[in-house]
């Protein structure tokens, strides 16, 4: 079976700084692992993936997230907090082979302060 | 193009009421997939459905849930018996099969349930 941990529930950071959510994962196999937004009122928004190739994966808003796997770690980055970024965000797994549901961790709420 | 949809956004029901929930998947997604967001919490898997194969459904937390799902369309989520423990954000999620493109699933903005 597969998990995800998000050890903090909120993150709160200051405008223009860098900001760093964290995640770990659990999953037999390879991992396939994704990052979500979620803003208030609204669905699941994908912001971005790591499937194979290279650790340090770029997506959507300028955020970045780094494979680890070694410390079995996926954890989101961007180099410059707005406070637009302040919204839900979600990790998920699953492994490379098998079920193709994805695993959730309970969130991270960021909130960016002006 | 069109977006995944759900309807109703909201709805709100009294204990014991069975209810139907509806998503219909961006064109051409072959794969469908069913979550439930309690409130404060993750997402868990309810039931996963690819063009002709068996869906699997794992994730479904009793037999008062099922799902259908005609073709590789519009899909329904059926709660029997409505428990107050029911009441979540259900949501309906679609992905392409086959591409490394395919992989990100595509979420629908949920429907809210409440059971009264």
């Known amino acids: 079976a597969q998990s995800v941990a998000q050890p903090e529930d909120q993150v709160n950071v200051a405008e223009g700084n860098p900001l760093t959510v964290k995640c770990t994962y659990s999953v037999s196999g390879n991992p396939y692992l994704f990052w979500y937004v979620q803003y208030p009122n609204r669905g699941l928004q994908f912001l971005l993936k790591y499937i194979t190739g290279d650790n340090l994966v770029k997506g959507s808003y300028g955020f970045e997230a780094e494979f680890n796997k070694s410390q079995t770690s996926f954890h989101l980055k961007k180099p410059s907090a707005l406070v637009s970024d302040s919204a839900l965000y979600f990790c998920a797994v699953r492994p490379d082979t098998g079920r193709r549901a994805l695993t959730f961790g309970s969130g991270t709420r960021l909130q960016v302060q002006p | 193009g069109a977006g995944v949809s759900q309807s109703p956004s909201n709805k709100v029901t009294e204990k014991g009421k069975d209810v139907e929930l509806r998503c219909d998947p961006i064109s051409g997604h072959t794969a469908l997939y069913w979550y439930r967001q309690r409130l404060g919490q993750g997402l868990e898997f309810l039931i996963y459905?690819?063009?002709?194969?068996?869906?699997?459904k794992s994730g479904l937390p009793s037999d008062r849930f099922s799902a259908e799902r005609t073709g590789e369309s519009v899909s329904t989520l059926t709660i029997q018996r409505t428990q107050q423990e029911d009441s979540a954000v259900y949501l309906c999620a679609s992905s392409l099969v086959g591409a490394v493109s395919s992989y990100e699933q595509y979420f629908g903005p949920g429907t809210r349930l409440t059971v009264t």
């Open positions: 459905f690819q063009g002709n194969s068996a869906p699997d």
